[in-house]
């Protein structure tokens, strides 16, 4: 039986921020759940700002969060079952993962057909829950995160997980980009694009397994696709924008463990907060950059 | 069958999908560094006769040879511009970049070695279509006479053979038809390219193409223009009567295979 005390927020610290960075960061750093924290989210921030990159260029963000709450049915399943949640997971999201793969990137209606599969695991999992007497804590933690309660052991299993998925992604990038951009010439020039579209969703499985234990299936979109849909507004670079998408995800992961550290309130509040905050801004000034160009290009004809 | 002189040479060829026959007995010879025009109704095959040059789809019966082999997909000596292609208004990358997928993006991996081989052969296409000036911006944001030429490009930077297009004109004004065709027409002759163009209208095109390939009533028929788009010549390969107008601005409607066969669009 897993029972495993979730801690959404730092109770057991009632720490103060110094205001001294240096300071603050060894605080921050003295205790092992929190130097667990960093690690595992450093590497979810890596893969999933990397692969977000291609969720947004593919056009599946849906896909993506489908995937997590589907992998919520087999987290409780599992638990249910006296499994780790991860195996099941990892099972559910690779297995619809994989279907929603073989139904192809283009296609009409997915989205409808995802929706449907995505709202009967849902019943599912509520089911699963209500079977699991034990504690609901558990449910909440995949749902929302469990960032601070990461062992070593966890971190390992991340770290193995997180260099899968960049190896991945490094060894399909240059097919992946060309059948996302069009599927249609892609497959002419001889690029197995079914084959690639089932591949980029069983990696996509797996970096979704990972950020689960960071932000929970509710939140994946903080870390997954909003820090590759802001960096896809800078620039049109793919290099580039996988970077920018990396170092979002990573500000925000390792700003939002710092405040939580000093703070009441739960680590995926600060961490989708970040994201959203960062997104709504980037929005708002696109227009006012544009009316700044417009300004000074006018200048100039003048 | 070799003919060194022909590009795409068929032999009582068929098409379909799985017993639903779309055209047979098709036998025609496109010579090399021809421009031929692929015309005839929607649903006629049009693209089906492409997808098996491309190697995409096999022949129900007879032989297809494209460039002295049978086709095979992925061949590097075919550029090709598929149907409806246009970017998404959100597409946040750079014509260069897809430019560049031309060359290597079927290879696996990233691109380590040739980079910057890549990036003059991206580059050099790009100047040949004239679209230096907006490679950098994002494909999304460029109007669809930037677009196509940037797709001409694509096509281009592997330096083929054969050049294959699904309706490159079918998302364009007028005067952009006019201005690509013309692109098209010139660099293919500079480059000695075979041309297979698939068009709505025959009318931009009526003064550069050599052929035209007939597509409809489950048959395929050859020509040059000037013999095959008359009333007499359509209705005597398709059995009905087919009737060809010229309006007072000498442009072509064909009447009686389909009504949209020659809509003019604009």
């Known amino acids: 039986m897993v029972d495993v005390a979730v801690q959404l927020t730092i109770s057991n610290t009632s720490s103060q921020p110094s205001w001294n960075p240096l300071e603050d960061l060894a605080m921050l750093l003295h205790y092992d759940f929190m130097v667990h924290a960093f690690e595992a989210g450093t590497i979810v921030a890596i893969v999933a700002g990397a692969i977000g990159y291609f969720v947004v260029l593919r056009g599946s963000a849906f896909a993506a969060h489908a995937l997590s709450h589907i992998g919520f049915a087999g987290a409780t399943g599992a638990v249910v079952l006296s499994l780790n949640p991860i195996v099941g997971l990892l099972a559910f999201t690779l297995g619809s993962g994989v279907v929603i793969g073989a139904l192809g990137n283009r296609v009409r209606g997915r989205d409808v057909t995802i929706g449907i599969v995505l709202a009967w695991t849902l019943g599912l999992g509520v089911l699963f829950i209500s079977l699991y007497r034990g504690y609901a804590t558990e449910a909440y933690a995949l749902l929302f995160g469990q960032i601070l309660g990461i062992s070593s052991g966890d971190v390992a299993v991340t770290l193995v997980a997180g260099i899968v998925t960049v190896v991945g992604l490094v060894a399909v990038y240059r097919p992946l980009l060309f059948s996302s951009v069009d599927e249609e010439l892609a497959s002419a020039k001889g690029v197995p694009v079914t084959a690639l579209s089932i591949g980029f969703m069983a990696i996509l499985a797996v970096a979704v397994t990972e950020a689960v234990q960071v932000v929970g299936v509710l939140l994946i979109f903080a870390l997954i696709v909003t820090p590759a849909a802001i960096a896809v507004r800078f620039t049109s670079r793919p290099p580039t924008a996988i970077l920018i998408g990396v170092l979002l995800a990573l500000a925000f992961t390792w700003l939002g463990l710092s405040i939580a550290f000093f703070s009441p309130h739960p680590v995926s509040f600060f961490i989708t907060s970040l994201a959203f905050a960062t997104y709504v801004a980037v929005r708002l000034s696109e227009p006012i950059l544009q009316w700044l160009q417009q300004r000074a290009a006018g200048a100039t004809v003048a | ?266």
Do not use: C
């Not at chain 2, 460039?67 to 208004?89: K, V």
């Not at chain 2, 290597?104 to 040949?128: F, K, L, P, S």
């Not at chain 2, 050859?222 to 009567?241: D, F, N, V």
């Open chain 2, 1 to 266: 069958m070799k003919d060194p002189a022909a590009a795409v040479v068929a032999r009582d060829l068929s098409a379909g999908y799985g017993s639903r026959v779309i055209w047979s007995g098709a036998g025609f010879s496109i010579p090399t560094g021809s421009f031929t025009a692929i015309l005839g109704p929607n649903g006629g095959g049009k693209t089906t006769l492409i997808r098996m040059i491309l190697g995409q789809l096999p022949a129900t019966a007879g032989r297809l040879e494209v460039l002295g082999q049978p086709p095979h997909r992925g061949n590097p000596q075919i550029g090709y511009i598929p149907q409806g292609s246009s970017f998404d208004p959100d597409l946040s990358l750079r014509g260069l970049d897809f430019v560049g997928l031309g060359i290597d993006g079927h290879r696996w991996g990233v691109r380590v070695a040739g980079r910057a081989q890549a990036e003059r052969a991206a580059v050099a296409a790009i100047d040949a279509v004239g679209a230096t000036g907006y490679a950098g911006r994002p494909l999304g944001r460029l109007s669809g006479g930037e677009q196509q030429r940037l797709l001409l490009a694509q096509a281009l930077v592997g330096n083929p053979r054969l050049l294959l297009m699904d309706e490159p004109l079918s998302h364009l004004d007028v005067r952009n038809q006019g201005a690509i065709v013309q692109l098209i027409s010139e660099v293919a002759r500079m480059r000695q390219l075979t041309i297979l163009l698939i068009a709505h209208d025959v009318n931009p095109l009526l003064r550069h193409i050599d052929h035209v390939l007939y597509v409809a009533h489950g048959k395929v028929a050859m020509g040059k223009p000037a013999e095959i788009i008359t009333s007499e010549s359509l209705s005597a390969i398709y059995s009905s009567p087919v009737e060809v107008l010229t309006d007072s601005r000498g442009r072509i409607f064909v009447v009686g295979l389909e009504e949209e066969v020659s809509h003019p669009h604009g």
